[in-house]
T-cell receptor, first 115, second 115 residues
Framework: AQKVTQAQTEISVVEKEDVTLDCVYETRDTTYYLFWYKQPPSGELVFLIR??????QNEISGRYSWNFQKSTSSFNFTITASQVVDSAVYFC????????????FGKGTSLLVTP | EAGVVQSPRYKIIEKKQPVAFWCNPI?????LYWYLQNLGQGPELLIR????????DSQLPKDRFSAERLKGVDSTLKIQPAELGDSAVYLC?????????????FGEGSRLTVL
């Protein structure tokens, strides 16, 4: 079975704080892809990152960083020095052959960054 | 380059009425998706097209939902008759011909309210 769990429903931080969004996944496939998407209030989901199951290197892009750990089936997302514009709902997603190559999204974490 | 365009953005109808949503994908994207997003949930795939062929419609409730992509470009999603539980956001997405990479480009969605 394919499953993505985002245990944090809502997070509220003050600007410039660091924040980590958790993602835990389940799959029986050995080859799979993990994603993070951002959904701002406008409603349009925006692709942030894709990692494949064979690449556990952490990645940093500006204030964003991702920690992929197969041992704990986790793909966590950290925003450093958060800004008000980071306020959005963030979705973790899983794609594999068992899902028919359809993105399987978690329920999302709503992040509110206040000034 | 224009993004994925959806219309209408908002639609309010009474139950048992029909409704249709339209999507124009990014030019050159041969894969088109319709997703359903309920409040507080992640998107769920309804149907996926490769050009004009529906390659995955297993989650589409075929008793009342239908979709078409006649010329492999624009697509229409129809609900007839609508029920109260259909109130949700209907998202269209497209992806490039580079394969099942999971990098989808989403429209802003069509928010349906059924009274």
């Amino acid at each position: 079975a394919q499953k993505v769990t985002q245990a944090q429903t809502e997070i509220s931080v003050v600007e410039k704080e660091d924040v980590t969004l958790d993602c835990v996944y389940e799959t029986r496939d050995t080859t799979y892809y993990l994603f993070w998407y951002k959904q701002p209030p406008s409603g349009e989901l925006v692709f942030l990152i894709r990692r494949n199951s064979f690449d556990e290197q952490n990645e940093i892009s500006g204030r964003y960083s991702w920690n992929f750990q197969k041992s704990t089936s986790s793909f966590n997302f950290t925003i450093t020095a958060s800004q008000v514009v980071d306020s959005a709902v963030y979705f973790c997603a899983l794609l594999s052959s068992n899902s028919g190559y359809a993105l399987n999204f978690g329920k999302g974490t709503s992040l509110l960054v206040t000034p | 380059e224009a993004g994925v365009v959806q219309s209408p953005r908002y639609k309010i109808i009474e139950k048992k009425q029909p409704v249709a949503f339209w999507c124009n994908p990014i030019s050159g994207h041969n894969t088109l998706y319709w997703y359903l997003q309920n409040l507080g949930q992640g998107p769920e795939l309804l149907i996926r097209y490769e050009n004009e062929e529906a390659v995955d419609d297993s989650q589409l409730p075929k008793d009342r939902f239908s979709a078409e992509r006649l010329k492999g470009v624009d697509s229409t999603l129809k609900i007839q008759p609508a029920e109260l539980g259909d109130s949700a956001v209907y998202l269209c997405a497209s992806s490039s011909p580079r394969g099942n990479t999971g990098e989808l480009f989403f429209g802003e969605g069509s928010r349906l309210t059924v009274l």
